[in-house]
């Protein structure tokens, strides 16, 4: 990521930018990442950088949409988290894998917060049984493996719903996006552990609930048809991922969630 541009086209667009950062010296703000950290500070750095410059000023769908997308990694965070506390439910390559994501998903979580600062909705409290339809998933291997499948699936197809209403913002736009990708890593590195094929054919996937691929079956794109001639139906729906919209994201995780 090119930080002084992303600040730059900002400016451009904004002329009143530097000063919401005088704060900030733009030399100050860019020497403080390493040469060797800088890759990885990128996404943390222009974050902050725009949650500085406008605060309580960003508009409030793009506020919307980093809190939904903060609840989904508070629910990821927090069955990781448990996950690796439980006494016997990850071991070998398993545990090394969730042990990982684990770090992945926390650092997705301190991001959105640091980003929206006191417009940062608090994490709820999670019920990871979704009211009974998943008993033991902390002491079920088989349970555990599929809700994390779900989880990351879910995620991924939610941030491809929310990305059009992120488009105002490039930084912010573009660190979604690198989270979205590291999620679907996530999803086909936890099917490799289920045993199961790194990606959706149809709407299904072995054992795990049908609202999670809903609509993946679609076989159009930009009004043209992607099924390919001579090539089984199946492997034209493999080859596309859809959207989920926020209701139907929703819809998902409620089961989750303990409402307070």
Request: glycine fraction near 6%; avoid cysteine; aromatic fraction near 8%.
């Amino acid at each position: 990521m090119n930080i002084q541009g992303i600040i730059a086209d900002l400016a451009s667009t904004d002329p009143e930018l530097y000063d919401r950062l005088e704060h900030v010296s733009r030399r100050s703000m860019f020497s403080m990442i390493g040469r060797k950290a800088a890759q990885l500070a990128a996404p943390v750095v222009a974050m902050s950088a725009v949650s500085r410059a406008y605060g309580q000023a960003l508009p409030q769908p793009i506020v919307d949409v980093l809190n939904f997308a903060l609840t989904l990694e508070y629910l990821e965070a927090e069955y990781y988290n448990v996950g690796m506390d439980s006494a016997g439910l990850l071991t070998g390559t398993a545990r090394t894998v969730y042990g990982q994501i684990q770090k992945h998903e926390n650092a997705h979580v301190k991001l959105l917060k640091d980003a929206l600062g006191s417009a940062a909705v608090a994490k709820p409290a999670f019920d990871f049984t979704a009211k009974g339809m998943f008993p033991s998933p902390f002491s079920n291997y088989g349970v555990y493996l599929t809700l994390s499948q779900a989880f990351e699936d879910t995620g991924v197809r939610a941030y491809k719903g929310q990305a059009p209403v992120l488009m105002p913002s490039d930084p912010i736009l573009t660190t979604a996006l690198r989270i979205h990708s590291v999620e679907a890593k996530h999803a086909a590195r936890v099917r490799m552990l289920r045993g199961v094929k790194p990606w959706v054919t149809g709407n299904t996937s072995p054992g795990v609930p049908s609202a999670i691929y809903a609509g993946d079956e679609s076989t159009v794109h930009l009004e043209i048809s992607s099924i390919v001639p001579g090539v089984p139906l199946e492997n034209s729906t493999q080859a596309w991922d859809e959207p989920l919209s926020k209701e139907d994201v929703l819809k998902i995780v409620a089961p989750f969630i303990v409402a307070t």
